[in-house]
């Protein structure tokens, strides 16, 4: 090749060069010629005509994030911060929409987002914008597909990450949930309480049974030692009223004796003299006596009275 020729060759390969370009992966080039938008050209090597035709710009097909912060007031008057996290893409079919309709997307979602939430928030409680976050989130998504599917974009997802109060009304929801399960607690005390409680009575009641019994028992057999004492003493010449006698004044000195080895107690001194023991069973044969007869009195006067109420009722009525 003639040295004249070297340079109009560089230079014509130049031009071919410029004429070669490529695009990534996940994203689409916008070709426009003389100015006007000609073609959209896909992820790999692409060529265009140099000098007349110039790639305008790119548009990634990934999904993107915009978080949006939101300050607004629930029904209740209280002032809330709300974090918006918006998911959205280009769409493969509307890449020109998306391209030459809209300027900024990302200002066009955060001003729907704010609309949206100042819409909805302001309907709910403090309370049920925690409990309606997600119903929140469906109309911000609903909101932004109706306006942002126009211009070519796709709303992937819309989620409401994160809800914050003021700082006063989070220590009083704090102080709120501390009472009511400081009053939860005390209600499960009593009713332990009542538990045990109704646990000891039974207890109780049942250790009163039990120590009558015992007591029952035991008198049955004290009646019993002193039956076998008398059949005894009457088998060897005494009687029945001295063998009472006699059981009385041993009881009465083996009480004595019981009382005198403990230092601590308080001694009633009773008559202790031979016939005391004779003495203090005829009052008790006599106290025994007195109140069989009054018994048997009131029971003959009740009997007399319910006979006069049967005879009242038997009479015919006068005429």
Known sequence: MEPGMII????????????????????????????????IKNP????????????????SLKINQLDVLVETKTKDNVFVKLKVSVQFKVLGDAVYDAFYKLENPYEQITSYVF???????????????????????????????????????????????????????????????????????????????????????????????LQGQGIADQRREIAKGLEESVEVLNKVGINSQEASALIVVTQHYDTLQSMGENANSNLILLPNSPSSGSDMLSQMVTSFTASQQIGEAMKERNNALELKEKETIKLPPKR
Request: charged content about 35%; cysteine-free; hydrophobic content about 45%.
């Open 8 to 39: 109009p060759f560089i230079v014509l390969a130049l031009i071919l060069m410029s004429g070669i370009f490529t695009v990534k992966q996940q994203t689409v080039a916008i070709l426009e010629r003389l100015g006007k938008f000609h073609s």
């Open 115 to 209: 609309d949206t939430v100042r819409a909805e928030v302001p309907k709910l409680k403090l309370d049920d914008v925690f409990e309606r976050k997600d119903d929140i989130a469906v109309a911000i998504r609903r909101e932004l597909e109706e306006a942002m599917n126009e211009y070519g974009y796709g709303i992937v997802k819309a989620l409401v990450t994160d809800i914050d109060p003021d700082q006063e009304v989070k220590i009083s929801m704090n102080r709120i949930n501390a009472a009511e399960r400081e009053k939860l607690a005390a209600e499960y005390e009593a009713e332990a309480d009542r538990i045990r409680i109704v646990a000891k009575a039974k207890a109780e009641a049942e250790s009163k049974r």
């Open 44 to 59: 790999g090597l692409q060529f265009k005509v140099p000098f007349i035709d110039r790639v305008a710009g790119k548009l």
